[in-house]
């Protein structure tokens, strides 16, 4: 109980500092800033519930007038801006990741975690975020969708790293990976 | 990075948290209703004042906190300037610079205590309803500490790469960090436990 607490707000201060580092971003001309990344990590470290709790927590703090999002955004003017669709998306993103990391059984637990990455932190997130940019700017969701779609390369890039990073967690700290560890006890109980 | 509540002991240090966080809501909100220029001048211009009043420590603490947006400041500037869409640029910086500068005046004279006294009045309906909130007031606030000290890690994390290689660290220091906040959240969930439970007596499970 107090572990998981103290997991959940340690991957929430982990998604602030991932989008506050100017050392961390990933560079290709413009900066692409890991918070997203942090997102991801949350989700296909934790797991769906509490990787979603880790997100919303984060959120709330930003809500609370932190500026913790990439930038130093923060206050309630976030949850009005264009990307408001992407803030309110966290929480959402980290569960679908967790979900998958949870349900897909692979034997890989980086190949699992790059694929929940691309599914919670692309798929389920760009939808959310095209339709929040969609209700605030007025356009239709195909063309805010083409606005944003800009981003999907940097963050294939991260969920690709997502999957690297679960991998070498898996293979230094295969304790941490609660999911990872179901899926291998089930695959040597099935031997 | 978070410039924790000042010491330098203000007026609206005392003023209640709540009045201080709807404030901040709604001047945030009117920022982005508002489109014209000159208002967000204004504004910039009306919360530097407030950063000013309260003495020269409270301002550089004040400025200092604020030079995390300035290369944000300088990126969108010629961003705007490259696309040719200038007045959009400097409205956009002006409003962002503004809201982060409220945002951390609210949070410069507001006790932490004051903050998750309010998050604990406001989720008194949730208590009411059975759900447990007390791990919500213990996971806020370390989420506020371990916050600059994950920053803080990370450019430690930086510096050592940089003394042994000429590339640039990047995504690489993510394992380390986070193999160092789980630990830390090992910690912390001990300590916790130690303190009689992040729940106190009663909520215990």
Known sequence: MERNIAQIALFAAMIAALGLVPQITLGFGVPITAQTLGVMLAGAVLGARRGAA??????????????????????????????????????????ATGLFVEHVRLRSAGLAAGLGAVFGGILVLYVLGAAGLAVVSGKGLAEAFGLVAVFIPGDLLKAAITGMLVQALARVRPQTLAWHRAAADGAQTRL | MISLTSPVETRAHRWPAGLKLGALCLASTGLFLVPGLAVHAGALAAVLALYAAPGPVFLRAGLGSLRVVLPFVVILLAWHALTGDMRQGLLITLRM????????????????????????????????MGLPTGALEIAVP??????????????TLAEAWRARSRRRPGWRLILPLTLQALDDADHVGEALRARGGALGPSGSE
């Open chain 1, 54 to 95: 880790a997100a919303g927590l984060f959120l709330l703090l930003v809500a609370l007038g932190l500026p913790l999002l990439a930038g130093g955004r923060g206050g309630l003017g976030v949850f009005v801006s264009p990307t408001a669709g992407f803030a309110l998306g966290f929480p959402v993103a980290a569960f």
């Open chain 2, 97 to 128: 610079v503004t809201l982060v500068a409220l945002a951390n005046l609210v949070t410069m004279t507001t006790p932490l205590e004051d903050l998750v006294a309010l998050i604990r009045r406001l989720t008194a309906p949730l208590r009411r």
């Open chain 2, 142 to 155: 370390l989420v506020i500490r371990f916050t600059p000290v994950l920053v803080l890690r990370a450019e």
